[in-house]
């Protein structure tokens, strides 16, 4: 599995992503106990490798949260850091493409006007079509 989950094309991690935080909030919208990295990579048979990837980014940006297991020898599980109400496919896009620093000695409006205008074109597109819940996915 280190093959493809390094090979993993950036369509396929979002995806990924989407998949593995849709189980979470369905989860725990139905009361449902929350779920480990195991869990979630034999449901949706994704490597483990990449499973715990994502998960560990959701939780960098305070979208999911990880907690011991129900038995002190079981592994960590994972629950939404927030209202599921809130978690919209634009949220998390939004926050996944904002995630780390653009703290550079350089402005890229100035450097290269039509690329940046059409990231953001590209960003804004995303955000015209994402208000759909991720719990209702």
Known sequence: FEKETK????????????LLLRDICQGFAQGKAA??????????H???????????QLCDLKIL?????PDPNSSLVYQP???INLISVNMVFE??????????????EEQS?????????MENNIKSNGDTLVKNL
């Open 113 to 121: 006007p039509l690329l940046w205008q059409t990231m953001i074109e």
């Open 95 to 108: 926050k996944m493409f904002k995630a780390g620093t653009e703290d550079f000695n350089m402005s890229p």
């Open 81 to 83: 850091a927030m209202d």
């Open 7 to 18: 090979r993993v094309s950036f369509r396929y991690r979002l995806y990924f992503t989407m």
């Open 46 to 56: 994704i490597p483990i490798r990449l499973t715990q990837k994502q998960l560990s």
């Open 65 to 69: 949260c990880e907690m011991p297991g």
């Open 35 to 44: 779920m480990s990295a195991h869990d979630l990579s034999s449901r949706n």
